[in-house]
């Protein structure tokens, strides 16, 4: 019988940061959207006619608005080897284990991020790992993290291992308590910053293979 994490169709989440987290702002920027939208509309009225004011509201409001209330419907998760992301509306997939391409894109700012970014030749899918600020950061779960290093090693491709190496030697670092300047994926965006390749950059192979060093 299969173990509980072995299962058919158990999924496990891939969302650095969770919708649920995202919802209160969110909505505050879709009320906000709106009563500009109908100020504006409020104020065109009295110089045109009522149908370009309502139309001219709309233009400002609803573009804002529900793009902020789908991304708190957006996910992100991991199927046995497959990712799905979810906008609320459209799912997209791609299957890890027939990667044709994986690297790691590291962003060096006043916010930083890393991402591992995932092609099969067809669609090209990015996932979130890490946000770092100048008093702190958040990265992905370690479940998530475990679960994606196994898909990867699926993977027949070079680099695809190499990312699943990089990803066991941060949950190595997160098991014993290491500083963020001992986790591999900080040390991705100190080498980009050093190196001056800001505002984004690519690892290169030799470099994802010294950071799991």
């Keep these: 019988m299969p173990t509980p994490d072995r299962q058919a169709g158990e999924e496990f989440s891939l969302d650095l940061i969770p919708a649920a987290m995202l919802a209160p702002r969110m ?22 006619a009522p149908l370009i004011a309502v139309v001219v509201a709309a233009v400002i409001a609803l573009p804002t608005a529900v793009s902020a209330l789908l991304a708190t419907r957006r996910r992100m998760w991991l199927a046995g080897t497959t990712i799905h992301a979810s906008n609320g509306l459209v799912e997209r997939r791609i299957d890890v284990a027939q990667a044709a391409s994986v690297e790691f894109v590291v962003r060096a700012a006043r916010v930083s991020q890393v991402v591992l970014r995932i092609g099969d030749g067809r669609r090209v899918r990015t996932v979130p790992l890490a946000l770092y600020t100048a008093d702190g950061g958040r990265e992905l779960d370690v479940l998530g993290l475990r679960k994606l290093a196994d898909a990867l090693s699926a993977s027949e491709l070079a680099p695809a291992a190499a990312a699943a190496s990089l990803l066991i030697d941060q949950l ?15 040390r991705a965006v100190a080498l980009a910053r050093d190196a001056g390749r800001v505002p984004q950059t690519v690892l290169t192979d030799a470099e994802v293979a010294a950071l799991s060093n």
Excluded: Q
Excluded at 34 to 47: E, K, L, S, T
Excluded at 172 to 186: F, K, N
């Design 27 to 48: 909505r505050k920027v879709a009320l906000v959207a709106v009563v500009i939208g109908i100020v504006v509309g409020g104020v065109v009225a009295i110089f045109a």
């Design 172 to 186: 190595r670092a997160e098991a014993r308590g290491a500083g963020l300047e001992e986790r591999p994926l900080y």
